[in-house]
Nanobody
Framework: EVQLVESGGGMVQPGGSLESPCAPFGSTLITSDMSWVGQPPGRAPEWASGIRVGGGSTSYADPVRARFTISRDNAKNTLFLQMNSLKPEDTDLYYC???????????????????WGKGTLVTVSS
């Protein structure tokens, strides 16, 4: 069974930064596209960012574009989400998700996701 484990969450003041890694157990990230999904408290999950298997193509939801950066180190089998200029509305439980079927980020970014981690909580507050 594939397990994805996120870390790096915490509390940060508005304008601050955090980096969250995601590492798999029982699988590798090398052969899959990957995504980060944020879930605000009491609300449905919202796709935030995706990266193709080779790392050469990325995409971002409008609320995080130019502030968040998704990356992957296939040699270390790790996915990353660098979050800068954080705002209170970025307070979410952030999940990494494996997407071996290559979802269309514009039409349905959740289509090909098969495994999600348990999430790491990011709280942005002064």
């Amino acid at each position: 069974e594939v397990q994805l484990v996120e870390s790096g969450g915490g509390m940060v003041q508005p304008g601050g930064s955090l980096e969250s890694p995601c590492a798999p157990f029982g699988s590798t990230l090398i052969t899959s596209d990957m995504s980060w999904v944020g879930q605000p408290p009491g609300r449905a999950p919202e796709w935030a960012s995706g990266i193709r298997v080779g790392g050469g193509s990325t995409s971002y939801a409008d609320p995080v574009r130019a502030r968040f950066t998704i990356s992957r180190d296939n040699a270390k089998n790790t996915l990353f989400l660098q979050m800068n200029s954080l705002k209170p509305e970025d307070t979410d439980l952030y999940y990494c998700a494996r997407d071996p079927y290559g979802s269309s980020w514009d039409r349905d970014p959740y289509y090909g996701m098969d495994y999600w981690g348990k999430g790491t909580l990011v709280t942005v507050s002064s």
